[in-house]
């Protein structure tokens, strides 16, 4: 399936405060429409059930935000911070999300629908129990981030790092892993049934199964040359 791509006004409105708007959407209700916000810094701001449309982010800063229940639709992000944040139910539909770093971002039971990430840093990220449709992870680093319990449909990885994700309860059947780091990932058995690996990842998965792999020829000892007659 084809992923949506965001749809952004030529015309977006500048030289607001996103801090304003926020608190003033969060207060009244409103949906903040059609902005650019370029290196704009919010500190732990605490906002629920905002939506938030047709926006622009370049080079901005979100630390020790709460964003419960933010909907971010039709935005793009590029060269952002969204690190160690609590977005918790929470969803991105048709967005983009560029050269931003959403380490240890917290996405819990939220919704990732028709969004690109691309050469993104997502260590430590928490997607546990999200709704995630039509995403594309290319050339992030997911080391130690949480997919657990969730929903994946018509989604992919596309060279990224997957070491020790976790990725128990949560099917990947169906995707191709190739190219893709799997090194120490978390599964209880069947959540990769169903996808593409090469053989070096599969001598990789069939370990972290417990299962020794031996060349053929080391199955029974050598036995020694027989000595000539004398």
Same mark, same amino acid.
């Given at each position: =399936? ?55 982010? =370049? ?37 983009? #999300? ?48 949480? #997919? ?16 020790? =994700? ?8 169906? =995707? ?9 990932? #978390? ?44």
């Amino acid at each position: =399936m084809k992923r949506q791509k965001p749809e952004i006004s030529m015309s977006l409105k500048q030289n607001a405060s996103m801090l304003d708007l926020l608190i003033e959407a969060d207060v009244n209700h409103n949906v903040v429409y059609g902005y650019y916000f370029d290196g704009e810094n919010l500190q732990c701001l605490n906002i629920n059930d905002v939506e938030i449309s047709g926006c622009v982010f =370049m080079n901005c800063r979100f630390q020790e935000c709460v964003f419960e229940g933010v909907s971010f639709i039709n935005c793009y992000f590029k060269n952002c911070e969204l690190s160690f944040n609590h977005f918790r139910q929470s969803s991105f539909t048709f967005c983009e #999300i560029v050269e931003s770093r959403l380490t240890g971002l917290n996405l819990s039971q939220g919704v990732l629908n028709n969004v690109l990430i691309r050469t993104s840093d997502c260590r430590l990220v928490n997607f546990s129990q999200a709704k995630i449709t039509v995403t594309k992870f290319v050339g992030c680093n997911l080391h130690s981030g949480a #997919i657990d319990k969730a929903r994946m449909k018509d989604s992919e990885f596309v060279q990224c790092d997957l070491t020790e =994700m976790n990725i128990s309860g949560t099917s990947l059947a169906g =995707m191709n892993l190739r190219g893709n780091r799997l090194k120490n990932i #978390i599964f209880s058995g069947g959540e990769l049934e169903g996808t593409t690996v090469d053989p070096a990842q599969a001598i990789t998965i069939v370990r972290l199964l417990g299962i020794k792999v031996e060349n053929s020829n080391s199955a029974s000892p050598a036995r020694p040359p027989r000595r000539p007659n004398q």
